[in-house]
T-cell receptor, first 115, second 116 residues
Framework: DSGVTQTPKHLITATGQRVTLRCSPRSGDLSVYWYQQSLDQGLQFLIQYYNGEERAKGNILERFSAQQFPDLHSELNLSSLELGDSALYFC??????????????FGPGTRLTVL | AQSVAQPEDQVNVAEGNPLTVKCTYSVSGNPYLFWYVQYPNRGLQFLLKYITGDNLVKGSYGFEAEFNKSQTSFHLKKPSALVSDSALYFCAVRDPLTGGGNKLTFGTGTQLKVEL
């Protein structure tokens, strides 16, 4: 158990809908990362937050948004869902260290199925 | 831009034999390199990382990896494989010269199958 929790574990929804994925980082970790794992794209970085502020953006669609709250938990919002958004969404957290040498610890993921 | 290649989709090895899972990388500067393992229906578990120093890095569950700068490689190794090592292994890289964040770039993964 990495200490990173994600809810829900599974989510089944229809095209055009909106969902929210939730992540609680390990105790003491200020940085949260979101990754998407799909069969065709592999593991891709979406976005990073550090202490409530957006730190870096990757291949995140405009239909997707995220935020990190004062208690450091994070939510990933996916809207206008398409079939191709079906994937495993991982959250990771880390204690950001000088020089970026920190290790990211991953949660169990949320499996999203869009029908 | 940083990138990682895992040239083998699958590696098969007999239990008790040594195993190697290959990884090569491309970054602008000196890389930070990581190995993660994913068991079915589970998240990624951290195995080990190379930041600087000794080229041979030891990690969890008896795994180790060797950093080779001239060959831009970071192969994962274990002297004696176990059936329970069967899983999907990911190599990842972070380029410390890339500003604005600590994102990891992952390879496509290598499925390791250890057979009796």
């Amino acid at each position: 158990d990495s200490g990173v929790t994600q809810t829900p574990k599974h989510l089944i929804t229809a095209t055009g809908q909106r969902v929210t994925l939730r992540c609680s980082p390990r105790s003491g970790d200020l940085s949260v990362y979101w990754y998407q794992q799909s069969l065709d794209q592999g593991l891709q970085f979406l976005i990073q937050y550090y202490n409530g502020e957006e730190r870096a953006k990757g291949n995140i669609l405009e239909r997707f948004s995220a935020q990190q709250f004062p208690d450091l938990h994070s939510e990933l919002n996916l809207s206008s869902l398409e079939l191709g958004d079906s994937a495993l969404y991982f959250c990771a957290s880390s204690v950001v260290q000088r020089g970026g040498t920190d290790t990211q610890y991953f949660g169990p993921g949320t499996r999203l199925t869009v029908l | 831009a940083q990138s990682v290649a895992q040239p083998e989709d699958q590696v098969n090895v007999a239990e008790g034999n040594p195993l190697t899972v290959k990884c090569t990388y491309s970054v602008s500067g000196n890389p930070y390199l990581f190995w993660y393992v994913q068991y079915p229906n589970r998240g990624l578990q951290f195995l080990l990382k190379y930041i600087t120093g000794d080229n041979l890095v030891k990690g969890s569950y008896g795994f180790e990896a060797e950093f080779n700068k001239s060959q831009t490689s970071f192969h994962l190794k274990k002297p004696s494989a176990l059936v329970s090592d069967s899983a999907l292994y990911f190599c990842a890289v972070r380029d410390p010269l890339t500003g604005g964040g600590n994102k990891l770039t992952f390879g496509t993964g290598t499925q390791l199958k250890v057979e009796l």
